[in-house]
């Protein structure tokens, strides 16, 4: 006996793919969030320094580390970045005339 498993191509938005509200907000974040876990992680800071990095205390890095951005705003999240000698670009142009709706997104290089 087999189960038949249907599968869909996603988007490169896990959040829109499930229909969650605000999806390109929370992929932004995301990012965000794990660009600041990469720089954490190749500093090899442990979550109590990087709470003193960041003026925070460390339950909110294990928040962050975990995923949990409720509580983080992009302003937020963009000042831990600084804070951890990264800079920020935001950068707004036009969107392209094949897609209906302009968007957000964060390109990291």
Same mark, same amino acid.
């Given at each position: 006996m087999t189960e038949e498993t249907e599968v869909f191509h996603g988007s490169s938005n896990v959040f829109a793919d499930l229909g969650i509200p605000d999806a390109e907000e929370l992929l932004a974040k995301a990012e965000l969030a794990r660009q600041i876990i990469t720089v954490i992680s190749k500093r090899r800071l442990t979550q109590a320094r990087a709470a003193e990095i960041l003026g925070i205390d460390q339950p909110k890095v294990s928040a962050l580390v975990r995923g949990k951005l409720a509580g983080f705003s992009f302003e937020r999240?963009?000042?831990?970045?600084?804070?951890? &000698?990264?800079?920020? =670009?935001?950068?707004?142009?036009?969107?392209?005339?094949?897609?209906? =709706?302009? &968007?957000?997104?964060?390109?990291?290089?």
């Open positions: 999240l963009i000042h831990f970045l600084n804070l951890l &000698g990264r800079d920020v =670009q935001i950068v707004v142009k036009a969107k392209p005339r094949t897609r209906l =709706q302009a &968007g957000l997104t964060v390109v990291c290089s």
